[in-house]
């Protein structure tokens, strides 16, 4: 399974209590998007995930991911650092 991400971790708040996480691959993405997504499934989520999963599969490159999910994290309100993403 190919789990690389590219550019540098990135940075989420999760749970009620906002802990943050360091993503540094599609894998982590997609088990966050699984466990500890902190807001209702949006198209944007899906998206994400979907696509965390077919870069996991090798299917699309991880810049692609990582893009979907900065995507879905600031719809979410997750994001942290958004000005530097």
Excluded at 6 to 33: C, E, M, W, Y
Excluded at 38 to 54: I, L, T
């Amino acid at each position: 399974m190919y789990v690389a991400w590219s550019s540098k971790p990135l940075s989420v708040a999760t749970g009620i209590s906002s802990d943050i996480r360091n993503l540094i691959n599609a894998r982590q993405a997609f088990d966050l998007h699984n466990d500890h997504w902190r807001s209702e499934r949006s198209d944007k989520h899906r998206s994400a995930k979907r696509a965390c999963r077919q870069a996991l599969n090798g299917n699309v490159p991880a810049d692609i991911a990582r893009d979907a999910f900065i995507d879905a994290a600031r719809e979410a309100h997750m994001l942290v650092d958004c000005a530097n993403q």
